[in-house]
């Protein structure tokens, strides 16, 4: 019997800007972020384009060419750009994600080349989730064009798509070669969208950082009304957290079953697919933060009057605390959100661990939640939506 016991380690680091205007030709900040690691070689690129984006900005094809041009002794385009659909369509049709693949394959794109994703958090995902396994890894430069995305997912080391019905069932953990953050972009972002976004910072508030949650009370006004300063500030705030979270947790690739930065998100889940979507991801984890914040009242871990604020805040955001959806029932009346338990645990590896705040700022996982509590929670929640 012998026994060789392998041991390797693959440091990752990547730059993540804030700026703005990154396709003005005087800004350097992309063409350095793509070229980082060889400042002297032309490097070949592929732009990805959110639909939405394609849309609400419709010179981007043309301001990306420019930008190219500026720099021809360091960039190259590979092609015309690639616009695919917005939205979580992008998850859910895996015609986009085989298209994305197979132009990169008729390309010829090896693992030097750069895909530069412009777009929203969903088309990041599938986009990076397409990049990650052709050749097993070329590099992603991620240019986030939503609040969510700038604030959270775009500056994460998680890709994926939807298949069988379930989010994110499909997926590597691939991080960016760069990120940069360019807050124009989200002058053109629905209303709705901006707030979507706004949850994922109240979430990593609500775990991580109380004067956080102090100053997104205080601003609340202002960033319901989308101010671009305040929103920036969320922006940045939200993302740095997210960044200390992965670089500091000890578990960037979630080996382990603890998700800090996952609170509200098993109901969340399960409510995007319950409602096929109707709700953007930021609601829906805005409607799982305040069923387990009223679930941590119920048990005795967190003070109503938390719970309150933070009902508050999301209001006041423009955010959903409840929908209907938390009341659709399965076989025997049994309401299916509660399934999402089951399937949050097979995402962690078998053990449920669910965060719960005890205070705002501070939360802790529990193994376990009682179904007849949550439903208790759940009348709760609809009784206060229809008394709002
Ligand atoms: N990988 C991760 O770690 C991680 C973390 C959190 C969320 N997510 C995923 O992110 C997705 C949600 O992302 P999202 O909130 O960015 O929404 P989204 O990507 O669904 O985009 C929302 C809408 O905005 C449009 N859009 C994007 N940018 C725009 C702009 N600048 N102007 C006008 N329209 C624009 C899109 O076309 C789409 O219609 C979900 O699939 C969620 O699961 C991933
Ligand atoms: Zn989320």
Redesign the pocket.
């Known amino acids: 019997m012998s026994l060789h016991w392998q041991r390797i380690s693959v440091p990752f680091d990547y730059p993540v800007h804030f700026t703005r205007d990154v396709l003005a030709a005087a800004n350097e900040v992309l063409v350095e972020a793509i070229a980082r690691r060889e400042p002297q070689r032309r490097h070949r690129l592929l732009a990805v384009i959110?639909?939405?984006?394609a849309?609400?900005?419709p010179d981007v094809a043309a301001r990306i060419a420019d930008y190219v041009a500026a720099y021809r002794e360091r960039l190259t385009l590979a092609d015309a750009p690639l616009v695919v659909?917005?939205?979580?369509?992008?998850?859910n049709e895996p015609a986009a994600l085989e298209r994305l693949q197979a132009r990169l394959h008729a390309l010829g794109f090896d693992r030097q080349s750069v895909v530069v994703v412009i777009?929203?958090?969903?088309?990041?995902?599938m986009a990076?989730y397409a990049a990650a396994t052709v050749h097993r890894g070329v590099r992603v430069v991620r240019v986030?064009?939503?609040?969510?995305?700038q604030a959270?997912?775009?500056v994460?080391?998680?890709?994926?798509v939807?298949a069988f019905g379930s989010?994110?069932f499909l997926?590597t953990f691939a991080p960016p070669f760069a990120v940069v953050n360019d807050r124009e972009?989200?002058?053109?972002?629905?209303r709705r969208?901006v707030a979507?976004?706004m949850a994922?910072a109240v979430k990593v508030a609500v775990v991580r950082d109380a004067a956080f949650f102090d100053w997104l009370e205080a601003s609340a006004g202002e960033l319901a009304a989308a101010a671009a300063d305040r929103v920036a500030a969320l922006v940045e705030r939200s993302a740095r957290l997210h960044l200390a979270h992965i670089a500091d947790s000890g578990d960037p690739f979630e080996l382990g079953s603890a998700r800090p930065l996952d609170f509200g998100h098993w109901a969340a889940?399960k409510l995007?697919m319950l409602t096929a979507?109707r709700l953007?991801?930021?609601e829906a984890?805005a409607i799982g933060m305040a069923l387990d914040a009223g679930y941590a009242v119920e048990v005795g871990m967190l003070a109503a009057a938390a719970r309150d604020r933070l009902v508050r805040l999301l209001r006041a955001l423009g955010l959903p605390t409840y929908d209907a959806a938390l009341r659709l029932c399965g076989p025997g009346e049994r309401p299916r959100i509660l399934d999402g338990l089951a399937e949050f645990r097979e995402h962690l590896g078998g053990e449920l661990c669910v965060t719960l705040p005890t205070a705002i700022g501070c939360a802790v996982e529990v193994d376990a939640m009682r179904e007849d509590v949550l439903g208790r929670v759940i009348d709760l929640l609809a009784r206060g939506d229809a008394a709002s």
């Open positions: 959110d639909g939405g984006v849309r609400a900005w659909p917005g939205g979580e369509r992008a998850k777009g929203g958090g969903a088309v990041l995902d990076g986030p064009t939503t609040v969510l995305a959270d997912s775009g994460n080391v998680k890709n994926g939807n989010k994110n997926g972009w989200l002058r053109t972002l629905e969208d979507a976004g994922e889940h995007e979507h953007r991801h930021g984890v």
